[in-house]
């Protein structure tokens, strides 16, 4: 009996604890919150500037306040995103210690799909793991493309198809719903460029779309899904018909009638 109270009373006292670290912590976090929010600014670009070049650009900037409380991960973070663009032949600038800009060059969709995939699911490998283990990635980010083009002639259709995986950044309860979001501390967008012909197919997220872009919110806690179609130029097409024009104008010039029609004697 004795020692079902003494069970009882620890219960209670447990119970009455955990209602006050809860009363005292509560405010703490929400505070916390309110400092760092927004955080973390991660724009991802995909540019296509032509049929054949194009750039996958990210702007990465680290509010003061993040920076101050964790310098040395900051750092790490920034330092694995260097590495991981100069595989990818691409380019790294460091506005300031909290700011960097990365840029990876495409020739064609086959390669910006490899190179795209590849920086944010990086192979496993010895070397590769080894900065993994040495590295801190403040914003876990999870982001497969796939792409599908048509030629039209003198026009190349693209269909984009895009899933960036944020739960990681998301506490779900078990009927699945965000029932505490990192994603206070972090906004993530992703942008579309293309010369014209650019539209939302469909997406779970919010955007917006000015002139030759679309800009898309993505949502922390969940998988984010962007389909997207857009047009350019075919210059092997352009090219192929302005060959055979040229071919004719010639010979107009030099038979004074075009290939196949016969002069009326």
Not at 175 to 191: A, C, K, R
Not at 233 to 250: A, C, E, K
Request: hydrophobic residues 40%.
């Amino acid at each position: 009996m004795k020692n079902q109270e003494q069970d009882f009373n620890q219960k209670s006292e447990n119970q009455a604890f955990r209602g006050l670290l809860s009363f005292f912590l509560a405010p703490l976090v929400i505070s916390l919150l309110t400092l760092l929010s927004g955080c973390v600014h991660y724009g991802v670009s995909v540019d296509f500037f032509q049929q054949h070049r194009g750039e996958i650009v990210q702007h990465i900037s680290l509010a003061e306040q993040l920076t101050n409380l964790s310098q040395t991960e900051a750092n790490k973070w920034l330092d694995s995103i260097e590495k991981r663009a100069k595989n990818l032949q691409g380019k790294t600038k460091r506005i300031s210690p909290q700011e960097i800009i990365v840029k990876i060059p495409f020739g064609n969709g086959k390669e910006l799909i490899e190179k795209f995939n590849e920086f944010f699911n990086p192979p496993t490998s010895r070397l590769t793991q080894s900065f993994k283990d040495n590295d801190s990635d403040l914003v876990d980010l999870k982001a497969k493309m796939s792409l599908k083009q048509g030629n039209w002639l003198f026009l190349e259709h693209n269909l984009l198809n895009l899933e960036v995986d944020l739960r990681t950044l998301g506490v779900l309860s078990s009927q699945g719903n965000v029932i505490l979001s990192t994603g206070s501390l972090v906004d993530l967008e992703f942008i579309l460029k293309a010369p014209f012909g650019l539209k939302n197919i469909a997406s779970n997220t919010s955007f917006e779309q000015k002139n030759y872009q679309i800009v898309w919110e993505l949502k922390p806690g969940q998988i984010n899904t962007i389909e997207a179609s857009f047009w350019v130029p075919s210059y092997l097409g352009i090219g192929t018909v302005g060959i055979i024009l040229l071919m004719l104008i010639g010979f107009y010039v030099k038979y004074r009638h075009l290939p196949g029609i016969q002069l009326a004697k």
